[in-house]
Nanobody, 122 residues
């Protein structure tokens, strides 16, 4: 059983940066494809970024490509999401998730964290 814990969210002005962390408090994520999703009020949960088990492959949503960077440190059991040039439309609860294979569909993921709030003010 894998338990994921997100941290690093907060309030930031437009154009600012935040770094989110997703740490496995129980179990390991070293063999999993890891993804970041986000959900804004009244909207469906959407894929943001994903990374293969060894970091060799990354994939981004069009809306964040060039601004966000996903990375991982398996030794620390942690996945990161570096977010730059933040926009008000990036405001959402951000979740990390783990699955045995690549997917942009939230419903396919086996493990989820509790989420961390990111608020970008204009």
């Amino acid at each position: 059983q894998v338990q994921l814990v997100e941290s690093g969210g907060g309030l930031v002005q437009a154009g600012g940066s935040l770094r989110l962390l997703c740490t496995a408090s129980q179990g390991t994520v070293s063999s999993y494809f890891m993804g970041w999703f986000r959900q804004a009020p009244g909207k469906e949960r959407e894929f943001v970024a994903g990374i293969s088990w060894n970091g060799g492959m990354t994939h981004y949503a069009v809306s964040v490509k060039g601004r966000f960077t996903i990375s991982r440190d398996n030794g620390k059991k942690t996945v990161y999401l570096e977010m730059n040039s933040l926009k008000p439309e990036d405001t959402a609860v951000y979740y990390c998730a783990g699955d045995s294979r690549f997917s942009v569909i939230a419903g396919t993921y086996d493990y989820w964290g509790q989420g961390t709030q990111v608020t970008v003010s204009s």
